[in-house]
């Protein structure tokens, strides 16, 4: 019997509903026939997002939404993308060695506002930090927040169809600095974003967050110079709010997998549990306060390319199943139990792509596994944290930290307790016995389970219902025993009398 007991008297704090975020870069099949599909399109579309994409992605109150790339942003120019979209410029991008498309700039700023406007997320802002000069981004940051009527560029908004600013709160200076964005030194790039945001600082707002580069997966080496550098500057135009972090669970696996493919895939995704704890250790020795957030910018699993319905058209796009909801499940329970350190986290990425919610093409469109996570998971926005402590069996592997089998994570909000559960054994369901739930813990309760006896059925455009949640009500014994499947993700919601 697995043991899970909540500590009322112990919580992290407020789970920022950032942990719960989403990105979306010019790449391959994400806009372009995914989200994008154009006002002329026989898709039924909203100003030209497909609607049913936009209906679904509201659904689960996306917090954030980060855009243009990703490696994109490091070669993107804002201005292709304003004014008429039949004279916009047609461009190589960042990703055109790979897969020979052209940008043709249809999504360009007003389009991704008016994308968020209708779902609700807030816009995260990735600016280019290797192939402009401080200025170009500094007119972005003016053309999108300053009032109409005050400036010319805030005027030329309006001409192009907002005269409302577009109140963008999110800013990435920089991507991928080490790598793509310009292969960097930590030196270098904390100087590059001290450099950007100065020049910034007139058109920046109290309420503006700047995130400024950090490192890939577990460099610590990259994280302790680029702070130590960010310190010793003496003044900053404005200060980093965040550092980004991203961290793939880069196994190169094919959709299909057996016990061993799926636990290899596991422990990689539990790694972010290092680089989260470690970072945050390298942080404290700079950052004492902690006016410094780590942003989990990218993460997900990275297939091997060409598994998802395009069959490699769309560069990176990958099919999804139960072992891709797991690391779903368990990265955000991750997420949750560190709520006091990870300030935003962006799942990679949205449509077509990496570990997506969605998958699109013509007439078709699929919610992914991925989806109904987020969907399982979404009350935990802005709830209070709980502390759980989880007894189970864990696997073992060489070389990597054991693998708790089971991964929980706790929260409150409006007179709920919501549990959220990943049974990470692919062979043997869990028993549960929950401890500690307070007197006023009702007994009639929702418990929602995502599972497939074949944990890789995939949602097809020929069957997209192949996976999705079933919810029943259940009433806990005084045992406290509930029971889930093997390799699935649950949701318990327990109502808590006032
Ligand atoms: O998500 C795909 C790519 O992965 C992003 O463009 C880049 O930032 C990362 O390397």
Redesign the pocket.
């Known amino acids: 019997m697995d043991t899970v007991r909540i500590d009322f008297s112990r919580s992290r704090g407020i789970i920022p509903p950032e942990l719960y975020g989403h990105?979306s870069?010019h790449?391959g099949g994400v806009f372009y026939d995914g989200l994008w599909v154009g006002e002329d399109s026989p898709v039924e579309n909203i100003r030209g997002f497909r609607k049913s994409l936009v209906e679904s992605f509201r659904r689960i109150a996306p917090p954030v939404l980060r855009w243009p790339?990703?490696?994109?942003a490091e070669t993107y120019d804002w201005r292709d993308g304003i004014g008429p979209r039949h004279m916009r410029p047609r461009r190589v991008n960042w990703w055109y060695r790979q897969d020979g498309r052209i940008e043709s700039n249809q999504v360009g700023t007003h389009e991704f506002m008016d994308f968020c406007r209708m779902t609700g997320a807030a816009p995260y802002v990735a600016a280019n930090m290797t192939s402009v000069a401080p200025l170009h981004i500094r007119n972005w940051i003016e053309y999108c927040t300053v009032p109409a009527g005050s400036t010319t560029l805030a005027d030329e908004r309006a001409a192009n169809g907002d005269s409302a600013p577009f109140n963008v709160r999110w800013w990435g200076i920089g991507?991928?600095n080490w790598?793509?964005g310009g292969q960097m030194t930590p030196e270098h790039c904390a100087d590059e974003f001290i450099r950007f945001t100065t020049v910034c600082a007139s058109v920046v707002s109290p309420d503006m967050r700047f995130i400024i580069c950090g490192a890939n997966g577990h460099d610590l080496e990259w994280t302790r110079r680029l702070l130590a550098q960010y310190a010793s500057r003496k003044s900053h135009g404005v200060p980093a709010w965040g550092m980004s972090v991203?961290y793939y669970t880069g196994d190169g696996a094919d959709v299909c997998f057996d016990e061993d493919g799926w636990y290899n895939t596991l422990f990689l995704a539990d790694r972010m549990r290092g680089v989260i704890d470690d970072h945050r250790l390298v942080m404290d020795a700079f950052d004492p306060e902690r006016k410094i957030s780590l942003v989990i910018d990218?993460w997900g699993c990275w297939h091997r390319d060409g598994t998802g319905p395009s069959r490699g058209r769309n560069l990176?796009e990958q099919q999804s199943n139960m072992r891709d909801a797991a690391v779903a499940a368990m990265t955000l329970n991750l997420f949750n139990n560190r709520c006091d350190t990870v300030g935003m986290a962006n799942i990679?990425?949205l449509c077509n792509?990496?570990h997506s919610l969605y998958l699109a093409d013509g007439e078709h469109f699929v919610e992914t596994p991925n989806y109904h996570v987020f969907a399982l998971f979404r009350d935990h926005m802005g709830a209070r944290q709980l502390e759980t402590r989880v007894l189970a069996p864990e696997k073992e592997k060489q070389g990597c930290a054991p693998l708790s089998t089971l991964s929980v994570s706790a929260s409150e909000k409006d007179g709920n307790l919501l549990l959220t559960f990943a049974n990470l054994d692919i062979a043997s369901s869990s028993a549960i016995r929950l401890e500690g739930l307070p007197e006023n813990a009702g007994r009639d309760c929702t418990l929602t389970v995502l599972h497939a006896p074949d944990p890789q059925t995939c949602n097809t455009f020929e069957d997209p219902y192949a996976v999705v949640p079933a919810e029943k009500n259940i009433r806990l014994g005084a045992d406290g025993v509930l029971t889930l499947p093997a390799a699935c993700v649950a949701a318990l919601k327990i109502p808590l009398a006032p």
């Open positions: 990105f870069e790449i790339g990703g490696c994109f991507n991928e790598g793509g991203h990218e990176f990679a990425q792509n990496l």
